[in-house]
Structures are given as structure tokens and as C-alpha cells.
């Protein structure tokens, strides 16, 4: 038999990547001088095959090993992805709008305690909901489809595929269905025992934040200033409630003026449809110019004075680098779809569930021991 892996080594474990990977090549190189066979050896070549390659591309692409790629269910769960793409398309051909829905709910999930579908959870003896957050609440949408995934896939791969990875395929699919561009969605989350509405209310990026104070939400999930900027793009589908902006048609700075940066013709526009009082769940498309349409016009609109949020303008008028960023979208699609992407996996990493770590629920509403 070959030697034995080290009972240290393990591919979950938070040591750094290049020890990970000298700690395998000095084990593959001591099976090899002990047993001259391991070429032949089933185990050592699924150790060489599999989990060299995941551990160097986990090095070269710079983000901490989880335990997440791709290819996690091709043999415990085959058609999953086709499963979260079928009714994810249903859902979008039913509703656009659901599209940005589903792709809002993976960020609201991402930004409190991790990509663990902490959000999805209901009240419950044990649970105080994530749904009764500020951000979440009569705000919030796409549960329902999440839902529909879980029962198939519940039927097809019992207790196989988590809640959590439905949310981040989902996100994908839709944001593929309205014009957006593909990724490779790392899989391998599992789900939370729990959630958390403090993490909910205090986490997660607000309209009117200061972007300072945005910067530093995402630079507290290890994101920087271009996931920034490049998962706000997100606003280039989707709709946000008077509510959410009124503040600056009216009163953006406490002297009963609206917000300088607003073009002025777009804010008239506005405010006929969001009063200084009543209508706060008025809804206006974050991208008036193609608000279906996953593209770079958030960008221009900005550029144009026409964001639609405190959080969308002051990109611009905040920060240079931000602006070089809006900038740069703005002129090159194909830029801004790559670094979205790239974004989108880097968000999806925030501190998974791995191994043997939370649960894979049957329900994705509540926990397997909910009574």
C-alpha cells in the first residue's frame, strides 16, 4: 500500500497555499521513492490528478484554498447545474426582473457571515430571520424560486447540493439570461446552523453610505476598490424603491436641497414619482436606459449624473480611483464583464462552509433538526 497521507495535511485546512502544495509534492515524492507502483495506484493518482491542479490554480488566481470548485457535484449530483438553470430561466422568462433579484439575494447572503444561505433561513425558535433586516425586508425577493430548485433537486440528489451553491448558480444564470457574462461557479458550500439580522443590518452596503463606509464593508470581506465598482455594475438590471433614494431629490444634505450631483431634469423626473412623503415602495429601474439589459449603461448613466443612488454617484464624485474605474466600464463593456466575473467569484468565496462544517438542508427555510 502507499504511504499514508499526512494526518495534517488537508485540502480545508487555512495553511497557506504554498505549504499545501510543498506538503503534497513532498508526500507524492516520498510514496514515489518507497513504491515504485503509485504511478498505477488509484489513490495517489486521484491525489495527483485532482487535487494538485485544484491546489495550484487556487495559488495562481490568489485567493485562500476552500475547498470550492467547480466540478464538486459532476459525479455526486450530475445535473444540478442544468437543474438551477432550467428553473432559473423559467423564473427570469416569467419575471425579468427576477433575474437581479436572484443575483441580489447571492450578495445579501455573501456579506453576512459568508456564502452559507444564512438569508434564506425563516423565524423560528432558534432563528431570528435575516429576512427582517433593513436591507431585506419587503425588499428582498426570489425565495420562492430558490424554493422550487431545492425540491427538485431534493428528488433528483438527496441531501447532496446546498442551498448556498443553488445561490451563487443562480446568481449566475440569471445574470447569463439578461446579457451578462459566464463564469465558472466555484462549488462545495454548505449550509449555516444559523443566521445572523445584527450582520444583516450592519454589514451590508446601504444607499446612502459614504463611500468610505462601503469601501470598508467590502475591504471586511477581503474584496477591493474594483469588486467596488464592478459588482455595483450589478445595478445595470433591476429596480430599488423610492425609499432607497428619496433623500436626494429632497434633502440630501440637511438643507432641504437635492443632491448637486443629480442631473437636474432626471431629478424632476424622479420626483414625480417619489413624493417627499408616501410611495416608498414606488418602484424606479436602477438602469432607466436598458433596465433589462445586463450591460455598461450604469456606467454611462453615472458619468451623465444619472445614477440613481447615493451609492451609484459617488463612485464618481468620491474617489479618483473609483471614477477611473466607472470611467474605464463605461468606454469597454468587455472590460467590465470580465472584472465582474471575476468579482462574482471572489464575493462567492467569502468564508464558505466547508467539509463537514453547517449542513446540507432538505429545506433551504429552515434547518434539518427544525422542529
Known amino acids: 500500500m502507499p504511504h499514508p497521507m499526512p494526518a495534517h495535511f488537508s485540502i480545508h485546512s487555512k495553511r497557506s497555499r504554498s505549504k499545501q502544495i510543498a506538503t503534497l509534492f513532498s508526500y507524492l515524492k516520498h510514496s514515489a521513492a518507497k513504491h515504485t507502483y503509485m504511478a498505477t495506484s488509484m489513490d495517489?493518482?486521484?491525489?495527483?490528478?485532482?487535487?494538485?491542479?485544484?491546489?495550484?490554480?487556487?495559488?495562481?488566481?490568489?485567493?485562500?484554498?476552500?475547498?470550492?470548485?467547480?466540478?464538486?457535484?459532476?459525479?455526486?449530483?450530475?445535473?444540478?447545474?442544468e437543474i438551477v438553470r432550467s428553473i432559473v430561466a423559467q423564473a427570469v422568462a416569467r419575471e425579468t426582473r427576477m433575474a437581479a433579484s436572484l443575483v441580489r439575494l447571492h450578495f445579501h447572503d455573501c456579506f453576512v457571515k459568508g456564502c452559507d444561505a444564512s438569508v434564506l433561513l425563516d423565524n423560528s425558535s432558534s432563528i431570528v430571520s435575516e429576512k427582517g433586516s433593513n436591507p431585506n425586508m419587503n425588499s428582498l425577493r426570489g425565495?420562492?424560486?430558490?424554493?422550487?430548485?431545492?425540491v427538485v433537486l431534493e428528488e433528483?440528489?438527496?441531501?447532496?447540493?446546498?442551498?448556498?451553491?443553488?445561490?451563487?448558480?443562480?446568481?449566475?444564470d440569471s445574470t447569463i439570461l439578461v446579457g451578462g457574462p459566464y463564469w465558472e461557479v466555484p462549488l462545495g458550500r454548505r449550509d449555516s446552523l444559523g443566521a445572523s439580522i445584527q450582520g444583516s443590518n450592519n454589514d451590508i452596503p446601504a444607499?446612502?453610505?459614504?463611500?468610505?463606509?462601503?469601501?470598508?464593508?467590502?475591504?471586511?470581506?477581503?474584496?477591493?476598490?474594483?469588486?467596488?465598482?464592478?459588482?455595483?455594475?450589478g445595478h445595470t438590471i433591476g429596480m430599488s424603491r423610492c425609499t432607497s433614494f428619496r433623500q436626494r431629490l429632497y434633502n440630501q444634505t440637511?438643507?432641504?436641497?437635492?443632491?448637486m450631483t443629480l442631473d437636474v431634469s432626471y431629478a424632476a423626473q424622479l420626483r414625480q414619482g417619489c413624493p417627499q412623503s408616501g410611495g416608498d415602495n414606488n418602484l424606479f429601474p436602477l438602469d432607466f436606459v436598458s433596465p433589462a439589459k445586463f450591460d455598461n449603461f450604469y456606467f454611462k448613466n453615472i458619468l451623465s449624473g444619472k445614477g440613481l443612488l447615493s451609492s451609484d454617484q459617488v463612485l464618481l464624485t468620491q474617489n479618483a480611483e473609483t471614477a477611473a474605474l466607472v470611467k474605464a466600464y463605461a468606454a469597454d463593456v468587455n472590460l467590465f464583464f470580465q472584472h465582474f466575473a471575476q468579482s462574482m467569484v471572489n464575493m462567492g468565496n467569502i468564508s464558505p462552509l466547508t467539509g463537514s462544517q453547517g449542513e446540507i438542508r432538505k429545506n433551504c427555510r429552515r434547518l434539518n433538526n427544525y422542529h
Open 156 to 172: 433528483a440528489c438527496p441531501s447532496t447540493v446546498s442551498c448556498a451553491d443553488i445561490l451563487a448558480l443562480a446568481a449566475r
Open 207 to 233: 444607499p446612502n453610505n459614504t463611500l468610505p463606509t462601503i469601501i470598508t464593508k467590502f475591504k471586511r470581506q477581503g474584496l477591493n476598490l474594483v469588486d467596488v465598482v464592478a459588482l455595483s455594475g
Open 44 to 81: 495517489c493518482l486521484v491525489m495527483l490528478c485532482l487535487v494538485s491542479p485544484l491546489l495550484l490554480a487556487s495559488a495562481v488566481h490568489g485567493n485562500p484554498w476552500y475547498g470550492l470548485f467547480p466540478q464538486f457535484y459532476d459525479h455526486s449530483c450530475p445535473q444540478a447545474k
Open 254 to 259: 440637511g438643507n432641504g436641497m437635492a443632491d
Open 143 to 150: 425565495f420562492e424560486v430558490v424554493d422550487e430548485i431545492k
